[in-house]
């Protein structure tokens, strides 16, 4: 989603939003890979607007859609690296930075 500060309308129940808000900043202590989405949706708690709102939402049921989701580490397998990089050039409709994300494997561990 490519969220901008004057989008539609306001959202009228904006300590709602900073509830929400507020409880997802406290989970990426536990879910440390929501912290860029959680920190761009922060960005308007000023003013929220609709599309802000909406963003909240789908990170939401997200969340509950993947409550029984993990990570399983398989003994005895292969040791082999593999890296994989993802890029996206000036995304952010406000100050158009870019950003990026790696993640690289040894076996099936992930290690950074």
Same mark, same amino acid.
């Given at each position: 989603? $490519?969220? #901008? *500060?004057?989008? &539609?309308? @306001? *959202? %009228?129940?904006?300590? +709602?939003?900073? /509830? ?5 900043? %406290?989970?990426?202590?536990? &879910? ?5 989405v959680v920190g761009v949706v922060s960005q308007f708690m000023q003013k929220p607007? $609709?599309? %802000?709102?909406?963003? +909240?939402?789908?990170?939401? $049921? ?6 029984? =989701? ?8 292969? @040791? ?10 000036? =995304?952010?409709? #406000?100050? $158009? /930075? #870019?950003? #990026?994300?790696?993640?690289f494997s040894f076996g099936s561990v992930v290690v950074s």
């Amino acid at each position: 989603m $490519k969220l #901008s *500060v004057d989008e &539609r309308d @306001l *959202v %009228h129940d904006t300590t +709602m939003y900073m /509830r929400i808000m507020g409880s997802l900043i %406290h989970l990426t202590i536990t &879910r440390p890979y929501l912290s860029y989405v959680v920190g761009v949706v922060s960005q308007f708690m000023q003013k929220p607007r $609709k599309p %802000h709102f909406d963003a +909240m939402k789908f990170i939401l $049921k997200y969340i509950i859609h993947t409550l029984q =989701c993990g990570i399983f580490y398989e003994a005895n397998i292969y @040791l082999q690296v593999h890296g994989y990089i993802d890029v996206d050039w000036a =995304c952010n409709v #406000s100050d $158009k /930075r #870019s950003f #990026s994300g790696f993640m690289f494997s040894f076996g099936s561990v992930v290690v950074s």
